[in-house]
């Protein structure tokens, strides 16, 4: 009787040894899946300076035997492979010579074809969240099997090593392409952003772009439960936790996250028009600070808004995952930079000051950066051992359009990429569209591992970045033509208007610069009249002061000021000493207290009279008795002026509210902000009806605010000391007049910004294919293992030059372009031979369709190409 031997290892004991085991025959299995692939008849082409190595496997038995495996094969539905193993060979290269990659590395029980898992792949590319489990459902449908969750599993582990296999044999091919250094991709995979020639001519900024964080690709934290896989996916996208938490404790938390409130009424003291600032202190276990915790004093509406959103989002999700999202950047053409895992928090500064730190570190030149948070964010990075370098360089950190029209009116003044010098009609929202295609993998990676959940997510933005490159001519054709046409109708409208507003350019200008200013100093009170109220009521404490009679004695007291009397002797057998002089030591230290402050009063007064070289001023001054009937209607005034700080602050708002072709996720997020502000008026109404019954002055309904259209028709406020009703920038038709001058500037920059950024891919393209040509040419000669994979490679790189060319072609055939249409050269590189390259544009700017050489190409191949770009030109 036999007894079979229980496997006592753990799950993770498994998983390790596992893992090992591929190390070993990894090598192998690549270079056999490489001959299967792509035809190498034997051994001998194998890369000599990459050789695998010789490991003799556990496996090993006789010199040649035959082994049978079950496979999984869509294209044949076969359900046995049968190969021979020869001595010193490992059955699963010899599955991947015959086109089978088996789910284990020592004894396989299922085989699946690379077909099937290259099917497999696709699938994901356009399809990120369809899952493994899916696909194996589809596989049993058509095997007509009943689904079982091993055969899922086999599938997923065959994957991850195909995805290893792709992912090593591209990274050789970059590195024969000069393309091995990491940070190669965020450098120069977007040629418009890093392909930098010779003689440009410097614009505001050398590269746009936008970081954000997203909480939608969770991971569940798996606390009861001993995780078994350890391996760490290597890729070029993330950049390491260790690097972030670097950043960690420079920005300690400043404010605490303030609790969501339903209140809408009340007399809450809000100072900026939005929920009332927190009262409760940090908590001191939390010394990590949020992007918003880097201005001082009380935090900005922008930084109380923000902070009320990630309050609620923390209540929400925080509490199960490990990694609770993702904080990415991205250039302004949609192209990744890097990626950086949220670890069992929410956004914190360190993510935000890390990604600039690498944007220092490995981007060369300036860069204007949007960040939803962006305005005061800035503060947080002035902080921090980024933002020296970061201002050094002349870079700057604005809020995103559409997210910039839900802060407050001062900050889109300042912040908003309407207004900011250089930043052409890039609306810097490219994370939210970036996010909006990657949500998609939510459902497949919140229970995933960290290894496959990287895996994934690094599949979907590679797919990103190369679709994203193959509309590069396309967007810089798009934006040409929308700022073309900015331009064309902001100029016949200026042109038209301006004469019937009586106002020049340079009028209109000013006009801009002194709304600016005028938003910049906004108060509930005239600054200019701070002094001297707070002269006179100094003055008015010190009179009653003096007027207050000296306590001497019992029962006497002296309005003349201090001097001296005696106590009449007390007699008589209730007579308590201890109580009168208890009564005495009281009265003496109440003179004590009111002759301190006189003298405190006096010196402040001195300080003052001082500071504006004046004398003292009597009751009889005009100033005096001026000051002193303000001060008695003060509140009501200070009531009045917070009032109309807000209403105009959302009167100037509110037009953004139905911005054309605002998504209905961006416009319900800057509605949720005008309801603030809505709740903030009407408290400050509760406020100023109190303080206006008191005096007899008119009151206001809120019904009859809450419509008006601008603030002309608030009759009520022309009262107050910064009345905007005369002013000119404050008339509805010039500021319309501003707004267009303002994207006309923004347009015109566009322009140059695309004549920039075409010409460099133009250059781009035209040098790769001079590489390409020759690394072929080497290879072939050389008969590497790489030639077919990299044949590949160009292939589908060539039909995304062709398409990009195709309209940049369009673009250069456009009357009104005035850039250069023929390419520059890259700072840095050598001359290249002009014979030497495939030429893509002839020389009169039309398509040529020899882009296929037959060195490069079989006969059916360049056939294919030339058709491709037949079409594509017409």
């Known amino acids: 009787m036999c007894s079979v031997r229980t496997d006592e290892r753990t799950w993770r004991d498994r998983l390790r040894t596992r893992e090992d085991n591929w190390k070993q025959v990894f090598p192998r299995v690549k270079a056999a899946y490489l001959r299967w692939k792509y035809r190498v008849p034997g051994r001998q082409e194998e890369r000599k300076r990459k050789a695998p190595e010789e490991n003799t496997p556990s496996e090993e038995g006789a010199p040649s035997s035959e082994h049978t495996v079950v496979c999984v094969d869509l294209y044949s539905l076969r359900k046995e492979i049968s190969v021979v193993v020869s001595s010193g060979q490992w059955t699963v290269e010899a599955l991947a010579l015959a086109g089978y990659l088996g789910n284990t590395p020592v004894g396989p029980s299922i085989a699946i074809s690379f077909e099937t898992l290259e099917l497999f792949r696709c699938l994901k590319l356009v399809k990120p969240s369809f899952s493994t489990e ?36 591209d990274a050789e091919i970059q590195e024969l392409l000069g393309r091995g250094d990491p940070n190669w991709r965020p450098r120069f995979g977007c040629p418009p952003c890093g392909y930098k020639l010779e003689g440009e001519v410097p614009l505001r900024f050398d590269r746009t772009g936008s970081m954000d964080a997203n909480n939608s690709l969770k991971r569940l934290l798996r606390k009861y439960r001993n995780v ?142 949007g960040y939803d948070i962006g305005c005061v964010f800035q503060g947080t990075l002035a902080r921090s051992s980024a933002g020296p370098e970061f201002r050094k360089r002349g870079s700057l950190c604005i809020v995103n359009a559409f997210h910039g029209y839900s802060h407050s009116y001062l900050c889109q ?169 208890r ?127 601008f603030v002309r028709e608030f009759a009520l406020l022309h009262g107050s000391w910064n009345d905007v009703s005369g002013k000119t920038w404050a008339r509805p038709e010039v500021r319309q007049a501003i707004g267009t001058w303002r994207r006309l500037q923004r347009a015109g920059e566009e322009i140059q910004i695309v004549y920039r950024d075409a010409r460099r891919l133009h250059t781009h393209i035209r040098d790769e294919q001079d590489d390409f040509a020759a690394l072929l040419k080497q290879l072939k000669d050389s008969n590497d293992i790489l030639h077919g994979p990299t044949l590949e490679f160009i292939r589908h790189r060539e039909a995304q030059n062709a398409y990009n060319l195709a309209f940049l072609d369009e673009l250069h055939k456009d009357p009104r372009f005035a850039g250069e249409k023929t390419p520059g050269r890259r700072e840095g590189r050598a001359v290249t031979s002009e014979h030497s390259i495939p030429r893509i544009f002839s020389d009169h700017g039309t398509i040529e369709t020899d882009i296929g050489s037959e060195e490069m190409y079989d006969d059916d191949a360049q056939a294919q190409a030339g058709a491709l770009l037949d079409y594509i030109a017409q």
């Open 134 to 169: 899916a696909f194996a459902k589809l596989v049993c449908y058509k095997y007509y099997m009943v689904y079982r969750r091993h055969y899922r599993t086999a599938l997923a582990d065959a994957f991850d090593i195909y995805l290893e296999v792709l992912d090593d044999v």
């Open 583 to 709: 009564e005495t030591r009281r009265t003496e230290s109440v003179n004590r207290v009111l002759r301190t402050r006189i003298d405190t009063l006096d010196q402040e007064l001195a300080e003052i009279e001082d500071t504006w070289n004046m004398a003292r001023w009597l009751p009889t001054d005009p100033r005096y008795t001026t000051a002193k009937a303000y001060i008695a209607t003060r509140r009501y005034h200070q009531a009045l002026g917070k009032l109309q700080r807000l209403v105009i602050q959302r009167l100037f708002e509110l037009h953004k509210l139905h911005l054309a072709q605002t998504g209905y996720k961006m416009r319900t997020h800057i509605a949720k902000n005008m309801q603030k502000r809505s709740s903030a008026i009407r408290r400050a109404i509760a406020t100023y009806n109190k303080v206006a019954a008191a005096l007899q002055k008119p009151l206001v309904d809120w019904n009859q605010v809450s419509h008006y259209s």
């Open 228 to 369: 078994g896989d350890r391996r760490v996916h290597k890729n070029p996208y993330y950049l390491p936790p260790a690097f972030v938490d670097q950043f960690a404790k420079q920005v300690p938390a400043r404010q605490a996250q303030p609790k969501p409130t339903a209140d809408l009424g009340g007399d809450g003291d809000d100072v900026d028009g939005t929920d009332p600032a927190p009262t409760s202190a940090p908590d001191p276990t939390d010394t990590e600070g949020d992007p918003t915790d880097g201005e001082a004093g009380a935090p900005s509406p922008c930084a109380t808004n923000w902070k009320a959103a990630a309050a609620d989002e923390k209540k929400k999700l925080w509490g199960g995952f490990d990694e609770t999202g993702i904080f990415a950047s991205a250039c302004r053409h949609g192209r990744i930079l890097w990626i950086a895992d949220m670890i069992q928090s929410g956004e914190l500064a360190k993510y935000g000051i890390a990604m600039v730190d690498k944007i220092n570190t490995e981007l060369p030149g300036n860069i204007l950066l």
């Open 413 to 581: 003044l300042h912040h908003h990429p309407n207004v900011i010098t250089g930043a052409g009609i890039e609306d810097l929202e490219t994370m939210e569209r970036i996010f909006s295609g990657s949500n998609a993998l939510a459902s497949i990676i919140r229970y995933a591992s960290k290894y496959r959940r990287h895996a994934l997510i690094t599949l979907h933005f590679h797919r990103w970045d190369e679709d994203k490159y193959t509309n590069l001519a396309i967007f810089l054709r798009n934006n040409y033509l929308q700022a073309m046409k900015i331009v064309e109708e902001s100029e016949e409208f200026l042109r038209t208007v301006l004469p019937q507003l009586q106002l020049t350019e340079a009028q209109l200008i000013e006009a801009a610069e002194e709304e600016r200013v005028y938003f910049s100093t906004l108060r509930d009170e005239n600054p200019d009249d701070e002094w001297a109220l707070s002269y006179v009521e100094r003055l008015e404490d010190l009179r009653a002061m003096k007027c207050v009679p000296f306590r001497f004695v019992s029962g006497t007291s002296s309005s003349e000021g201090p001097g001296l009397s005696f106590q009449a002797p007390y007699t008589g057998p209730i007579t308590d000493y201890n109580a009168h002089a």
